[in-house]
T-cell receptor
């Protein structure tokens, strides 16, 4: 039982490059999330998916897109990376009102 | 606007020196107050959920309490392995489980 698994753990991009962060959960949860964490700002919600086939914007969605591929998988895409997107990204899923997090992706955009 | 504020930002304790971390919230229709522990380079790890004022939860040296305006995480006789960032989050009235996070308290326990 791995919980929430996200890849990659580290990534360096040049401005303008694109990439997709992958996330999968094995807890049969309906809801999944993408957060970013920046020093002094706490965790901020980028996008969420309340159930398979639905996605909604969170607090900071600009510059990102998401895909809920199936009940298990929820990916985050940066189409044209910017230095302001340098951050640590966490995928999460929730059930019974408890949210569980992956181990994070440290992304640097040069 | 829903908001969660944690204090202090950082706390240094001697091993065995008990203290409390504060989480104040302004959330419409609180459905749950959550505490997480986060170690460097890791994702937040779930500790407790509190649902109503007066509720308390305990786990080893940690005890979480909840009032109508704030929550406290009490740490009794801490050990160096308790060093971490502690995050508080609130769940308000919403159709999904979107958490509102505070910015955390960095705890350092010295031997």
């Amino acid at each position: 039982n791995a919980g929430v698994t996200q890849t990659p753990k580290f990534q360096v991009l040049k401005t303008g490059q694109s990439m997709t962060l992958q996330c999968a959960q094995d807890m049969n949860h309906n809801s999944m999330y993408w957060y970013r964490q920046d020093p002094g700002m706490g965790l901020r919600l980028i996008y969420y998916s309340a159930s398979e086939g639905t996605t909604d914007k969170g607090e900071v969605p600009n510059g990102y897109n998401v895909s809920r591929l199936n009940k298990r998988e929820f990916s985050l895409r940066l189409e044209s990376a910017a230095p302001s997107q340098t951050s640590v990204y966490f995928c999460a899923s929730s059930g019974d009102r408890v949210t569980f997090f992956g181990s994070g992706t440290q992304l640097s955009v040069l | 606007e829903d908001q969660v504020t944690q204090s202090p930002e950082a706390l240094r304790l001697q091993e065995g020196e008990s203290s409390s971390l504060n989480c104040s919230y302004t959330v419409s229709g609180l459905r749950g107050l959550f505490w997480y522990r986060q170690d460097p380079g890791k994702g937040p790890e779930f500790l407790f959920t509190l649902y109503s004022a007066g509720e308390e939860k305990e786990k080893e040296r940690l005890k979480a309490t909840l009032t109508k305006k704030e929550s406290f995480l009490h740490i009794t006789a801490p050990k160096p392995e308790d060093s971490a960032t502690y995050l508080c989050a609130a769940l308000g009235m919403d159709s999904s489980y979107k958490l509102i996070f505070g910015s955390g308290t960095r705890l350092l326990v010295r031997p």
